[in-house]
């Protein structure tokens, strides 16, 4: 099935002869009793062998018991949560009076369906859409962070969960050297933004903790997970086991439950048939249910292949592993969680053509602004276009390794099965069933680091309309306005205004495409079943869109186009600013913040340089050049000084605005403040240091500028390049114009400004001044084990190299360099010669003679002697004529009687000089251009040596 439907929802598939919570023995007669709990609703999804599936509504109550609501069927849900209006976990029931819990069966007993509400939000408390997470709303909906999961080993009347707590404990977070279990698949997986922690208590041990409960496995799981959940309170003195901890695992024993495993949507229950809890791929599924990830599948399959059946990624069929398979999420999936999201793209009416690399190569080194994880277009359902590189965490992928992946799932960031629709392999390519959308592989590169794909995506789609002049939003709202909410965003998905029911006017927005959106948290628009409200979106004077009977949300996209026809993504930022204070909606807003210019925030303390992880050590290649720091600074001014300018775009209430420069010493350089109507505002100084400062915004109201009173922003700019931008803070924020990109810090080495060792690692620099022949020189530093740390060899000649390394400080090096020739580069071809420093120590210096080659022990002594290279083709080796060959010549009459040896090298004629000067004939050939070391006057033999 195909609708947004946040559900509670089964992995895998479940025995034909049984449902959840319909497996059991009835433990003596029929055990009623009034319903007097709080009831949330979570909706269950069961898939069977046979490829079909049901649907039934649970209720959840405060102390973690869950029932069965007999009176629910699948019209029900399908009409109150398969657009979205509720979100499982987040709606209370409301029986009739006589409505009866029955223990027996674990099902609730009622005469009609429930009610459906949310405290405190609507008019029959729904809940604002805005207040829903990528990641749902339990814990906030964050899709980050760190969560404490408890897992529960379950002993029963007949039988016990067959894992011990320690094999659980390894199985889920490592403890005694798993190499994959759910913290270290979710840590990987997310670079560090998500991470599962065991859970700590009394009672609790690894994580994992033991129950007993009454019941048997022929129970079922619905009659033992009840008995769990009054085991946990009882044990830890809690009214719910999500007090524990932030994810709550049930590991069954075996045979209780006729499925594999399940979990909550947007809760903190999972439940798993014995063995499953302890298989990764099982475990990393079903919390990926907690966290409103909804399943991948195939439509080309049938059955529960079209629900299961995308084995690119863990939301499809899960494995029966316990160290594998090691891959992570799909494109959809990965998009909505946002792990990825400066990797990402949203591709324009203009398309795209560029690399995607794999999400394993995400934060490799080499990897350059332009490469993307993600490219997604956006037309009547979501495409996501994808390199699903077969290495690293997701070298286990089981589907389309090495290939371009084209994805499919409904509008937006909730809860929606994706399909996986395409496998491209180069020169492959696919087009949407429309025909508006086509990707096609221009090449796949896996010998580069990193693996690149290069793509084309195509739109076809017709842009929408295009409006001259400034953009207003007018709202007329129903008596229920609290329900009502816009917003504007750009192609990228960038919020650029937003507001409630009071609307906007005058919003400026440059050249480019936009979707402005209306939002009912109700779901039934604001016309006309409580009131006659009404919305119109404006350009220039044209009504764009109008209305007011729309379900959850209408949106229409829109082209502003004052200079020429938008031809790309419109920047985040206002380009020029509102014309006037926006126009009041129907009711103000709340009380303005002082009106007189507010107090200052406290005085910024110094700024501190963000820390970030320490390099890989050691690093592996050295640079041919010293190592510079990489900076983004803007050109320098041609004043002498630099340019630094504050752009101010005030909210709805600027009096509680204000700002400030300052320098390292916290001395004020610039400030601003005192605003009085809605408005943009500039200051500028020229400075001589402006990477020392740090800018500072306050709001004496503690909502900063944007966006619920306006869109204010703010903009910092140094020589018309912008370092600083944003808008959204609470009371104060300080940032620094300049962050280094150096972990460490920077330093000057040899006159250049390179970074900083970590504090663990020295710096190896290597010195070395070439002959004539540079292209026979190479070195290499090694460990003492022979792992290859740095390399290096040479093209020009006669001239002075320097390189530098970062390495571990506590182990011993070797350090060796060849020359292919045998006659080192000292002293019959030249005046070579090198050094080699530790932190700025010399501790080797050589006059370059050295033959084939030498070594030297660095920072200590290796046990065993590496051995020095030969040449490649070593000439007295050689005893036939034919194999003579390069750099070799045979001398004598024949095989028989000569021999090979090394060439001797062939200098310039005494008339080289003057050929290279004056240009008069020479008795070979005068060379004249390449490197001034070549010019001169060669023979021809001499001549195809050198090319």
């Given at each position: 099935m195909k609708f947004a439907l946040p559900l509670f929802l089964a992995s895998v598939a479940l025995d034909?002869?049984?449902?959840?919570?319909?497996?059991?023995?009835?433990?003596?007669?029929?055990?009623?009793?009034?319903?007097?709990?709080?009831?949330?609703?979570?909706?269950?999804?069961?898939?069977?062998?046979?490829?079909?599936?049901?649907?039934?509504?649970?209720?959840?109550?405060?102390?973690?018991?869950?029932?069965?609501?007999?009176?629910?069927?699948?019209?029900?849900?399908?009409?109150?949560?398969?657009?979205?209006?509720?979100?499982?976990?987040?709606?209370?029931l409301e029986f009739d009076k006589e409505a009866m819990i029955d223990e027996s069966t674990a099902e609730i007993i009622s005469k009609s369906p429930p009610g459906l509400s949310i405290n405190g939000y609507g008019h029959n408390g729904r809940k604002l859409q805005s207040q829903v997470g990528n990641c749902g709303t339990y814990l906030g909906g964050s899709c980050a962070g760190t969560r404490t999961v408890l897992v529960v080993r379950v002993i029963a009347v007949d039988k016990a969960t067959t894992a011990s707590e320690s094999e659980l404990s390894d199985s889920v977070f490592g403890t005694s050297g798993d190499s994959l279990n759910l913290k270290s698949w979710y840590k990987q997986c997310s670079y560090n933004q998500l991470n599962f922690i065991p859970a700590e208590r009394t009672g609790i041990n690894g994580g994992v903790t033991t129950v007993t409960v009454p019941s048997s496995s022929t129970d079922g799981d619905s009659i033992m997970n009840n008995d769990v959940a009054e085991a946990l309170n009882a044990k830890f003195s809690v009214s719910s086991p999500n007090q524990i901890a932030n994810h709550v695992m049930y590991c069954l024993p075996a045979g209780t439950m006729s499925g594999l495993a399940y979990a909550n949507v947007n809760n903190w229950r999972t439940v798993y048939s014995d063995n499953w809890c302890t298989y990764v791929s099982a475990q990393a599924h079903e919390i990926g249910?907690?966290?409103?990830?909804?399943?991948?599948?195939?439509?080309?399959?049938?059955?529960?292949?079209?629900?299961?059946?995308?084995?690119?990624?863990?939301?499809?069929?899960?494995?029966?592993?316990?160290?594998?398979?090691?891959?992570?999420?799909?494109?959809?999936?990965?998009?909505?969680?946002?792990?990825?999201?400066?990797?990402?793209?949203?591709?324009?009416?203009?398309?795209?053509?560029?690399?995607?690399?794999?999400?394993s190569d995400y934060e490799n080194s080499n990897v350059v602004p332009e490469d993307m994880v993600i490219a997604k277009v956006d037309l009547n359902e979501s495409y996501y276009v994808s390199f699903n590189r077969k290495t690293g965490i997701n070298s286990g992928t089981l589907e389309g390794g090495n290939l371009v992946l084209v994805h499919s799932r409904e509008l937006g960031t909730g809860y929606e099965t994706s399909d996986i629709l395409a496998y491209l392999n180069s020169g492959g390519s696919y087009s949407s069933p429309d025909s508006n959308f086509r990707v096609t592989v221009n090449s796949i590169d896996l010998t580069s680091n990193p693996a690149r794909a290069n793509v084309k995506i195509e739109r076809f789609d017709t842009p929408p309309p295009c409006y001259t002049g400034t953009a207003s939003v007018f709202i007329n709202p129903d008596p229920y306005r609290g329900e009502t909410s816009w917003n504007l965003k750009d192609e990228a998905e960038n919020v650029i205004a937003s507001g409630d029911f009071t609307g906007k006017s005058n919003i400026e927005l440059p050249d480019g495409y936009y979707i402005f959106s209306i939002i009912d948290s109700y779901g039934d628009g604001i016309c006309c079943a409580y009131g006659n409200g009404s919305y119109a979106l404006d350009v220039g004077g044209t009504v764009v869109k109008e209305g007011g009977e729309f379900g959850s949300i209408e949106s229409t996209p829109f082209g502003i186009c004052n200079n020429v026809s938008p031809t790309a993504a419109p920047t985040n930022s206002p380009t020029s600013s509102p014309t006037a204070a926006p126009t009041p909606g129907p009711t103000p807003g709340p009380t303005p913040g002082p009106t007189n210019q507010p107090?200052?925030?406290?005085?910024?303390?110094?700024?501190?340089?963000?820390?970030?992880?320490?390099?890989?050590?050691?690093?592996?290649?050295?640079?041919?050049?010293?190592?510079?720091?990489?900076?983004?600074?803007?050109?320098?001014?041609?004043?002498?000084?630099?340019?630094?300018?504050?752009?101010?775009?005030?909210?709805?209430?600027?009096?509680?605005?204000?700002?400030?420069?300052?320098?390292?010493?916290?001395?004020?350089?610039?400030?601003?403040?005192?605003?009085?109507?809605?408005?943009?505002?500039?200051?500028?100084?020229?400075?001589?240091?402006?990477?020392?400062?740090?800018?500072?915004?306050?709001?004496?109201?503690?909502?900063?500028?944007?966006?619920?009173?306006?869109?204010?922003?703010?903009?910092?700019?140094?020589?018309?390049?912008?370092?600083?931008?944003?808008?959204?803070?609470?009371?104060?924020?300080?940032?620094?114009?300049?962050?280094?990109?150096?972990?460490?810090?920077?330093?000057?080495?040899?006159?250049?400004?390179?970074?900083?060792?970590?504090?663990?690692e020295m710096r190896i620099a290597v010195a070395l001044t070439t002959d004539r022949y540079p292209q026979e020189t190479s070195w290499s530093i090694t460990t003492c084990d022979g792992d290859e740390l740095g390399a290096k060899s040479y093209i020009d000649g006669s001239a002075d190299h320097t390189d530098l390394i970062c390495v571990p400080d506590n182990v011993a090096y070797r350090f060796q360099i060849n020359d292919t020739y045998g006659d080192g580069i000292c002293c019959n071809y030249g005046l070579g010669k090198y050094q080699i420093s530790i932190d700025g120590t010399e501790v080797v210096s050589s006059s370059g003679e050295f033959g084939s080659g030498e070594a030297h022990d660095l920072n200590g002594a290796c046990a065993a002697n590496i051995a020095i290279s030969d040449p490649p083709l070593k000439c007295s080796s050689v005893t036939r004529k034919q194999d003579c060959l390069g750099i070799c010549e045979w001398v004598g009459n024949g095989t028989k009687d000569g021999k090979c040896t090394l060439k001797p090298k062939e200098e310039p004629s005494p008339k080289c000089a003057a050929c290279s000067s004056t240009g008069q004939e020479c008795c070979g050939t005068c060379v004249n251009n390449g490197p001034e070391w070549m010019h001169g006057c060669y023979s021809t033999s001499k001549i195809s040596l050198l090319t």
């Open positions: 034909s002869a049984t449902v959840l919570g319909e497996k059991n023995t009835l433990r003596g007669r029929r055990q009623l009793k009034k319903l007097d709990d709080t009831c949330i609703a979570s909706i269950v999804d069961v898939e069977y062998e046979d490829g079909t599936d049901d649907e039934f509504m649970t209720c959840e109550t405060s102390s973690g018991k869950s029932y069965k609501v007999k009176a629910v069927d699948n019209a029900f849900i399908k009409k109150n949560f398969g657009n979205g209006k509720f979100i499982s976990g987040e709606v209370e249910h907690n966290l409103m990830l909804a399943h991948s599948g195939d439509p080309a399959g049938t059955g529960s292949q079209a629900i299961y059946g995308d084995k690119s990624g863990v939301m499809g069929f899960s494995q029966t592993q316990d160290d594998g398979p090691g891959m992570c999420f799909n494109a959809p999936k990965n998009w909505q969680l946002g792990w990825y999201d400066d990797k990402q793209i949203v591709v324009s009416f203009d398309g795209w053509e560029g690399n995607l690399i794999g999400l107090t200052p925030g406290p005085t910024p303390g110094p700024t501190i340089a963000p820390t970030s992880s320490p390099t890989t050590s050691p690093t592996k290649a050295p640079t041919s050049s010293p190592t510079t720091a990489p900076t983004n600074s803007p050109t320098a001014s041609s004043q002498g000084c630099d340019t630094v300018q504050v752009k101010i775009i005030t909210d709805n209430f600027p009096a509680e605005t204000s700002w400030q420069l300052t320098d390292s010493n916290s001395v004020v350089v610039l400030s601003g403040g005192g605003y009085t109507t809605p408005d943009t505002y500039t200051g500028e100084v020229c400075v001589d240091d402006w990477k020392s400062l740090s800018f500072t915004i306050m709001d004496s109201f503690g909502d900063g500028i944007c966006c619920k009173y306006g869109s204010g922003s703010y903009t910092v700019t140094v020589n018309d390049n912008t370092v600083l931008s944003g808008g959204e803070f609470l009371s104060a924020v300080t940032k620094p114009l300049y962050t280094s990109p150096c972990d460490y810090g920077e330093e000057v080495v040899g006159g250049e400004i390179v970074c900083q060792c970590a504090p663990t």
